[in-house]
Every structure is written in C-alpha cells, then in structure tokens.
C-alpha cells in the first residue's frame, strides 16, 4: 500500500482526508485542450481566493479549473491546529485523483510549497507546476528573519493574526503584507476580513522542515514555472529567482502586484503570463 517508509510516516501523519470544500468557476467551460488546474491556496487564506478572479479567468480560456480549501481552511472539514504539510499533500492529492488524469499544479505561497512537496514526492502525475510568490524550498526561516529585521511591525501583526484572527489585522498591515501600495481601501477591505488563523504546525515545518529537496525536484522533471512579485513584501524576487534556479524552474517578475497577486487589480496580466507559459511549454493549446 506504502511505496516507501517516508511514503508510510507521511500516510501516518496526514490521517484520513476530510470533508474538503472544491470551488468551481462560475462560468462554463468549454474545455481546450488542458489538463484541469488544480488551485492552491496560501497561509491564512482558503479557495475564496482563487473564486474571485482566476477560476473563471481559466474557465473562459477554456481551462477547468478547482480551488480546493485545505483542511481547516474555508468550509473544509479536518483539525487545523494538527494539520502538517503532509496532510495539505494528501488533500491536494485526493483532489488530483477525482480528476483521474494528471494535473497542472497552481500554488500560492504556502500552497506552492505543498506543490514542491508533492512533486517531490512523485506519487503523482503533474502535467506542469507554477508557483506563484511560493515559501522556497529553503523554507520561512531566512525570509522570516528578514521581514523581522526590515518591518518588526509587520511581522508583529502576522502573529497576532496567527493569534486572534483577522479581527485585530490593521487594513494598513493587512495592505503591506498581501498588496501593492496602490490597491484601493476597498480591495483590502474585501478580502482581509476572510482570512483566518494557519496551523502552527504547518508553519513550523516550513520553518524547520522537513523541507523539499531540490535535486529531487529537479530530477521530478516537471515543467514549472515560479513568479516573484515585484512588491511582494515576504520573499524578495532575488530570493526567489535563486529558488527558481535551485529547482530547475523558468522565473518570470510580475510587475504592480504585492504577495497577494490573485487579489489584486493587476490580477490578469499574471493569470495571462501564466496561460502563455503553459502554451509554451506545450501543456496548452489554446
């Protein structure tokens, strides 16, 4: 049943997989041909994030698109505070086997290193990976570190978000750590009341590992694609043009957009960035 002893201690560490809630666009698909997108989410955020501009971006490009919510996120069932990477794997994986083909990995922050993760692991087809502002497979620590150093203040309300929820997030810190400083009140206003609290334990693996392996993401031999932000206020676009490298993945920069580049008003022009690397890399025919 376990291909591995790593593979049975994940097994034993992600538990049965919840309830999860799956978000699908609102508008029909008529389907090109595309592997289906499977969406995932970052830290403190769930599939709300992807219903509000990319699954029906995708879907009138003629791409399926899921948003899945991981464990404890959203309206999925599951114990947040126990959950670990390898169970946000496990979710993600019983999404992909309800496809019963393999998949385009898309994964925000956090969500991309569940992607490295899992491709690492190989247990599954991945059609082609991007991640998008993603943790590095060097993991929080460093970053962590920095954003310490360079905006204590910052760094101060992410924990009282870890602490208390999105009730005592300023809109002002909420704006520094998701968006560009131009986003108007109201996008910020929108969207930070519907984050929520992330599992501890989660957060300390990707501080501490375990942590992806970039020679085995290398050998997984993935199509991938990393996208920094240009003004993203957690890992700086070097970090992550050095991750890129690390991980064999083609690096693009996108311009205007903060940490939170699903969110914002410059949201299209990264989604459209990330259609045209898929054609290119024969993923896509449009």
């Known amino acids: ?33 595309s592997p ?24 009138s490009a003629g791409v399926p698109g899921l948003a899945v919510s991981l ?6 069932g599951g114990r947040l505070d126990t959950a670990g990477i390898a169970a946000y794997v496990a979710d993600v994986e019983s999404v992909m086997a309800r496809t019963g083909e393999p998949c385009i990995l898309v994964g925000h922050s956090m969500g991309g290193f569940v992607v490295q993760r899992l491709i690492e692991r190989a247990r599954h087809e991945v059609a082609a990976a991007v991640l998008l502002a993603p943790v590095p497979p060097t ?23 870890q602490g208390a929820g999105p009730a005592l997030v300023d809109i002002d810190v909420a704006r520094r750590a ?25 957060l300390w693996e990707m501080t501490f590992g375990p942590l992806p392996s970039a020679a085995a993401l290398r050998r997984a031999g993935v199509p ?16 992550l043009r050095s991750a890129a490298q690390q991980i064999g993945a083609d690096y693009e920069l996108a311009g205007r957009v903060g940490h939170g580049m699903m969110l914002e008003p410059h949201w299209q022009p990264v989604a459209d960035r990330v259609l045209h690397w898929l054609r290119a890399a024969g993923v896509y025919q449009r």
Do not use: K, N
Request: with cysteine; aromatic share 8%; proline share 9%.
């Open 1 to 33: 049943m376990f291909g591995t002893w790593t593979d049975w201690l994940d097994a034993m560490a992600a538990g049965p997989v919840p309830s999860l809630e799956v978000r699908h666009p609102g508008l029909p698909v008529h389907r090109r041909r």
């Open 178 to 202: 998701l968006f560009s400083p131009r986003v108007p009140d109201a996008v910020v206003e929108r969207f930070a009341p519907l984050m929520q609290r992330e599992s501890p334990r989660a």
């Open 71 to 76: 464990r404890g996120h959203g309206d999925s």
């Open 36 to 59: 289906p997108v499977i969406l995932v989410h970052g830290a403190y955020a769930a599939a709300w994030c992807w219903q509000a501009h990319w699954l029906d971006h995708l879907a």
């Open 139 to 161: 993991g929080l620590l460093g970053s962590g570190l920095r954003l310490m150093g360079r905006d204590p203040m910052l760094a101060g309300q992410l924990s009282m978000l």
């Open 224 to 239: 991938t694609l990393l996208v920094a932000a240009a003004e993203d206020a957690l890992f700086a676009p070097e970090e």
